[in-house]
């Protein structure tokens, strides 16, 4: 059976641009390995067009891990290539998995503009064309003289790319897709054909940029010895192209591989059918769930508890969904901004860590705090929640949703982990009790609620039953 997984996402939107996040993983390694954190996926590391202001999304150069003077920089906004190595280093001292992030649907920053063929369409439907097609000046050469053809000598140019939102000659911002490329089939179909993300839209379809990309993943991989990676943006980059490079990513080592993707839809059917269209080789974020969150956590109190799962990818593909409560994207002034409120953060990371389905994922804003400010008020209850999960969640999970407000499920425990089995109980508005059978396991036990919310302890009699309470929209834990 073994120990439960649990991820941290290391790194959120405002971290200062000081370039030290490589320098505090390396640090914090061993505390994240003592409170159960056994993979971590660490932001994109290469070089990006606002320099060190870039959190990574603005990709311009994949082979400039912070070691070349391009951008106004030698580090990126989190350091440099050496120290990146020396943090992945540390992590897998401390027996902690490595996933990198990978975005391949846009680049930034281009060295040199080209005179290309383009027409203007529509926004809220990319299908639609505004324009007949005419010359505009868009910035799409890279040549990465700073990096001076080490590691790769391939160059981009229009020919790579689907198309721009900045036309030079005309100082004009609008989606200009180039004459005699079309946006490709397979993605999401939000505004008609949602290809086109941001910046200069990568061509997945150019036979060169695949293998360019492909030997980049090589490189990658061999050279920091990553165990999996997290993909950027998968709803705009055609069905098969992922497809493809994890089977040349997984056939190019002897690891076991970890993919998750970033498919930014709520609706189960839609990210559902992408994994089964991929074999079931790839795990995805569980967003429908990080809804579901986001609604609970705004409701006053008016949601049904007992729904909390419905339409969830943890529901239907536990063994496919990475299950988490904020990240980056749904951060205050985001591109999908949805924060859950403070008040049912400890209800939402105890329905993701403590439970059986899904692989959790604990993000460093929650932890460490946001906006640079380290003085997160969650981290004491995560620590504690994730320790929780490594010594105690183990064993049968019997759910006791049968109140739309009080929801309870106990953990039985099992024989390899001592002590182990635990209950689970919280309301989301006044509190509440529960008669509840916690199995053989626990069966004629004292158990105490480990968060401190209930002072009282519990009796289990010689059957395994015992009366559980919570306060008023808390969360209490019950453990040996």
């Known amino acids: ?155 981009w140019n229009w020919k790579h790319f689907h198309g721009v939102d900045w036309d030079d000659k005309g100082r004009k911002n609008s989606i200009f897709k180039f004459y005699g490329k079309e946006w490709d089939k397979d993605v999401d179909t939000e505004n008609g054909n949602f290809d086109y993300l941001m910046g200069i839209d990568v061509d997945l379809n150019n036979v060169d940029v695949a293998e360019e990309l492909e030997r980049w993943g090589k490189w990658y991989l061999d050279l920091c010895q990553l165990d999996g990676f997290r993909l950027d943006a998968i709803k705009h980059v055609r069905e098969g192209f992922f497809q493809n490079w994890i089977d040349k990513m997984e056939k190019s080592t002897e690891k076991d591989l970890f993919f998750v993707g970033e498919y930014w839809n709520g609706d189960i059917n ?22 579901n969150f986001f609604h609970a956590s705004n409701s006053n109190g008016f949601y049904d508890m007992r729904t909390i799962f419905d339409g969830t990818l943890v529901q239907t593909s536990p063994e496919n969904a990475v299950t988490f409560v904020d990240n980056h994207d749904t951060q205050y002034g985001q591109a999908l901004q949805s924060e859950i409120q403070e008040w049912f953060k400890p209800h939402a990371y105890s329905l993701i860590l403590l439970r059986e389905a899904g692989l959790p994922c604990v993000f460093f804003g929650d932890y460490y705090g946001r906006n640079g400010n380290e003085d997160s008020t969650l981290r004491g209850f995560l620590t504690l929640l994730m320790q929780t999960r490594k010594s105690y969640a183990y064993g049968e999970q019997v759910d006791y949703f049968d109140d739309e407000h009080v929801i309870a499920w106990v953990r039985q425990g099992d024989k390899e982990h001592k002590d182990s089995g635990l209950v689970v109980i919280m309301s989301n508005a006044e509190g509440g009790s529960k008669e509840i059978n916690v199995g053989p396991n626990l069966a004629n036990c004292v158990l105490r609620d480990i968060t401190g919310n209930m002072s009282e302890n519990v009796y289990v009699d010689k059957d395994g039953n015992g009366i559980f309470y919570c306060g008023d929209g808390s969360v209490s834990i019950w453990t040996k």
Request: aromatic fraction near 14%; glycine fraction near 6%.
């Open 270 to 291: 839609v990210l559902q059918n992408y994994i089964n269209n991929c074999e079931k080789n790839i795990s995805l974020f569980d967003v429908p769930l990080h809804y």
């Open 1 to 155: 059976m073994g120990n439960n997984k649990t991820m941290m996402q290391y790194f959120e939107w405002y971290y200062p641009d000081n370039c030290t996040l490589w320098h505090k993983v390396k640090k914090e390694a061993q505390n994240l390995r003592n409170i159960g954190v056994n993979m971590v996926w660490l932001p994109p590391a290469y070089k990006g067009a606002a320099g060190i202001h870039d959190v990574g999304y603005g990709v311009y150069d994949l082979y400039d891990l912070g070691e070349f003077d391009q951008k106004g920089t030698v580090p990126t906004k989190y350091g440099l290539k050496d120290q990146y190595l020396e943090a992945i280093e540390a992590l897998h001292r401390n027996d902690i998995q490595v996933l990198a992030d990978v975005v391949f649907n846009q680049k930034m920053g281009a060295d040199e503009t080209e005179e290309v063929i383009a027409q203007e369409v529509d926004m809220n439907d990319r299908n639609i064309a505004k324009t007949d097609p005419y010359p505009i000046i868009a910035w799409t050469k890279f040549n990465f003289y700073g990096r001076n053809n080490k590691y790769s000598d391939f160059k």
